[in-house]
């Protein structure tokens, strides 16, 4: 999944630690987006941004912020995080009107 | 509201067979619809999509899909399954737009037995 970077793979909290999850993308693009996917749910959609200093909320926005200094990148924050947190997070890219989204490899992230 | 239903969870095969995968899809206007395929521990790869034009599109790995207004659905099939294609399917829906959002199904996992 060139052009989409995510980092950490993977990562362990405890419940009420606060971390970034990092999305960096070289391919120029002003929509980016954030989706968790959870066994049985599908992906769902926590936050996008249109462009640098546009963001808006998606259909699981609570527990999250999200800022968009660059263009390049669209950092997650969870504040305070819980088990129910617990799940896999891509960052996705779209490149234009008729374009798909681009998604990285995603991050792994576990709260105990 | 935007919807997608993939009604069957998993589904197995034997390599050589047909394959067709459900989707349907509740939208209020023109829907924008995509497939992707996951493989293990992977993010999601795009096979095909369709916005207007011909109702059969062709995608990469040998799918291809069909687009029913009548019926509301956006089946995914291929002709004969290879081992490789065990995967999750997903399907989505949305508008045309840059900022448009994707409502994703929850998912068909693809077993292929040889």
């Known amino acids: 999944n060139a052009g989409v970077t995510q980092t950490p793979k993977f990562q362990v909290l405890k419940t009420g630690q606060s971390m970034t999850l990092q999305c960096a993308q070289d391919m120029n693009h002003e929509y980016m987006s954030w989706y968790r996917q959870d066994p049985g749910m599908g992906l769902r959609l926590i936050h996008y941004s249109v462009g640098a200093g546009i963001t808006d909320q998606g259909e699981v926005p609570n527990g999250y912020n999200v800022s968009r200094s660059t263009t390049e990148d669209f950092p997650l924050r969870l504040l305070s995080a819980a088990p129910s947190q617990t799940s896999v997070y891509f960052c996705?890219?779209?490149?234009?009107?008729?374009?798909?989204?681009?998604f990285g490899n995603g991050t792994r992230l576990t709260v105990t | 509201a935007q919807s997608v239903t993939q009604p069957d969870i998993h589904i197995t095969v034997s390599e050589g067979a047909s394959l067709e995968l459900r989707c349907n899809y509740s939208y209020g206007a023109t829907p924008y619809l995509f497939w992707y395929v996951q493989s293990p521990g992977q993010g999601l790869q795009l096979l095909l999509k369709y916005f207007s034009g011909d109702t059969l599109v062709q995608g990469i790995k040998g799918f291809e899909a069909e687009f029913k207004r009548s019926q509301s659905s956006f089946n995914l099939r291929k002709p004969s399954v290879h081992w490789s294609d065990a995967a999750e399917y997903f399907c989505?829906?949305?508008?045309?737009?840059?900022?448009?959002?994707?409502?994703f199904g929850t998912g068909t996992r693809l077993q292929v037995t040889l």
């Open positions: 996705a890219i779209r490149g234009g009107p008729d374009s798909p989204l681009h």
């Open positions: 989505a829906v949305g508008a045309w737009g840059t900022a448009s959002k994707l409502t």
